[in-house]
Structures are given as C-alpha cells and as structure tokens.
C-alpha cells in the first residue's frame, strides 16, 4: 500500500539519505516501495541539537538513516544513560525508546524520541549545556 506525502512549498526531505527540496507549490508524492524517509519537521540538525533531549534525538536520526547503526546506538545508550543520571523522571521514555531499538524499529524509537523533546521543551529538563543547580 503506498504512502502518500504531501509537502508544503519549499519543504525539504530526505528519501533514502537524498535530501529532496519542493518547489514553490505545495506537491503530493506517492511512496511505493520501502524506504527510510523523513520530512523536514521531524528532523533537528547539529546546529539546533542544543539540549540533551535534542542530541539523543539527533543520534536517533543517525541511527534511524543509517545503513549500520551499530556505532549510533552505542552512542544513543551512552548518552540515555547520562540522560537518566540528570533527570530520572525520563526513564519511562527512555526505557521505551531503547526497547524500540532493540526491536530493530528505529524509526518509532525516533517518533517516540520527539514526545521526550517534547517533554524537555516544557521546562522539565536543564539545557545540556547549563549546569545543574547546585545542592542546598
């Protein structure tokens, strides 16, 4: 069964590693074969990977577009336990997106990674790279 995407103008893509841009009118394609795409709304670059929850998600999107992630999900457990030592409170979304990964299912482990930025975003987390308070 196809999926079909419809892409805002000038919304950009990645099918498969290519990073596709629309043109100046909004466009609908139809994916019939298996492949690892991502619109641009689900992606967050270097750049923008400020937090802690934004650079497990960057490592997820690595993992996700790979054709070996084997060096990404080390790195995604390294920094999921680092994760939990600062803020317990997101080991529940933590032990489901590793429990994804193991699955071999990464791209709901990314989908799941958004909801734990998500979460971040609502203040629930320290930026990564403030330190943490210091105890009374």
């Known amino acids: 069964m196809p999926l079909r995407?419809?892409?805002?103008?000038?919304?950009?893509?990645?099918?498969?590693?290519?990073?596709?841009r629309n043109g100046d009118r909004r466009s609908t394609f139809?994916?019939?074969t298996q492949c690892k795409f991502?619109?641009?709304?689900?992606?967050?670059?270097?750049?923008e990977a400020d937090t802690a929850c934004k650079?497990?998600?960057?490592?997820?999107?690595?993992?996700?577009?790979?054709?070996?992630?084997?060096?990404?999900?080390?790195?995604f457990f390294r920094q999921a336990t680092d994760?939990?030592?600062e803020a317990?409170?997101?080991?529940?979304?933590?032990a489901a997106i590793a429990a994804?990964?193991?699955a071999g299912d990464y791209y709901r482990a990314l989908k799941l990674s958004r909801k734990l930025v998500e979460w971040e975003s609502a203040g629930r987390l320290p930026p990564a790279d403030q330190p943490k308070p210091a105890a009374p």
């Open 5 to 20: 995407l419809e892409l805002k103008p000038y919304e950009r893509l990645i099918i498969n590693g290519a990073l596709l």
């Open 38 to 47: 991502l619109r641009e709304s689900e992606i967050i670059t270097e750049s």
């Open 100 to 102: 994804q990964i193991e």
């Open 83 to 85: 994760l939990i030592r």
């Open 30 to 32: 139809l994916i019939e």
């Open 55 to 75: 650079q497990l998600h960057l490592t997820l999107t690595v993992i996700y577009l790979a054709d070996d992630p084997a060096q990404g999900i080390d790195l």
């Open 88 to 94: 317990p409170a997101c080991a529940p979304q933590i």
